[in-house]
């Protein structure tokens, strides 16, 4: 019976330390994904929420993937209630990222990021997925 009882305790440790080491956010050298959207093949403007458990960043910087895009700019919206706008201005092809973009002031809770932006060549119904991407 205690056998029967350490082993079922082991597999219950294994299996919370397999489920915890599949987080929902990726970390690439540093760098953790705070978000994505995938964006429609005309000039407009979408968000990307981040959470106060995402934790403080003093870096971002956005990646594509699909299909390229003009960036124009950015309005990055922090926990106090402060606001950062940014000029991209930065065509970014399919596969590439922008230049890291420091955040005013030292590491900072986000809440959300607005983006205005177009998309560029290929197909209509092709959609470019846009990821923000923060450094602690």
């Known amino acids: 019976m205690k056998t029967n009882l350490f082993l079922t305790f082991i597999l219950g440790i294994f299996v919370l330390v ?4 599949f987080s929902s956010s990726s970390t690439i050298n540093g760098w953790e994904k705070l978000g994505q959207r995938l964006v429609n093949r005309t000039i407009d403007h979408d968000v990307i929420m981040v959470t106060k458990m995402e934790g403080t960043f003093s870096k971002l910087k956005i990646k594509v ?15 106090n209630g402060e606001s950062q706008n940014i000029e991209i201005r930065e065509n970014i092809l399919k596969g590439g990222e922008s230049r890291v973009i420091d955040l ?11 983006f205005w932006y177009d998309t560029k060549g290929g197909a209509m119904n092709d959609k470019a997925l846009v990821e923000l991407w923060g450094r602690h």
Do not use: F, P
Not at 18 to 21: A, Q
Not at 65 to 79: A, E, L, P, Q, T
Not at 104 to 114: A, D, M
């Open 18 to 21: 397999s489920l915890t080491s």
């Open 65 to 79: 993937r699909r299909s390229g895009i003009n960036m124009d700019k950015m309005v990055v919206h922090y926990g």
């Open 104 to 114: 005013t002031g030292n590491k900072r809770v986000i809440n959300r990021v607005e």
